[in-house]
């Protein structure tokens, strides 16, 4: 069983920049997809990014192409988001994912392990 925490969440003004981590336990992640997702108030959860377990190929979507990085350390077992220019519209929980294959998906559903979230709130 994996276990997901996020941290580092928080409030920001508009065009800065912050750090997600994602520890993970119970379990390597090394051979593990992982993604990152948010969900604001009355929307659907929504794909921000993945990366491959080798940490060699990454998928955004354009809403966050250019400003968000997805990296991962699987000697930490420890994946991140680095949010960067971020806009009033990036308000959201977000969560990490992992899914155990090589293959990058934006499906919610096609991740087995989640953690329980971190709030981000950007401020215009």
């Known amino acids: 069983q994996v276990e997901l925490v996020e941290s580092g969440g928080g409030l920001v003004q508009a065009g800065g920049s912050l750090r997600l981590s994602c520890a993970a336990s119970g379990h390597t992640v090394s051979r593990y997809t992982m993604g990152w997702f948010r969900q604001a108030p009355g929307k659907e959860r929504e794909f921000v990014g993945a990366?491959?377990?080798?940490?060699?190929?990454?998928f955004y979507p354009d809403s966050v192409k250019g400003r968000f990085i997805i990296s991962r350390d699987n000697a930490g077992n420890t994946v991140y988001l680095q949010m960067s220019s971020v806009k009033p519209e990036d308000t959201a929980v977000y969560y990490c994912?992992?899914?155990?294959?090589?293959?990058?998906?934006?499906?919610?559903?096609?991740?087995?392990?989640w953690g329980q979230g971190t709030q981000v709130t950007v401020s215009s």
């Open positions: 990366i491959s377990w080798s940490g060699g190929t990454t």
């Open positions: 994912a992992g899914r155990p294959s090589a293959y990058i998906t934006i499906d919610p559903r096609q991740y087995n392990y």
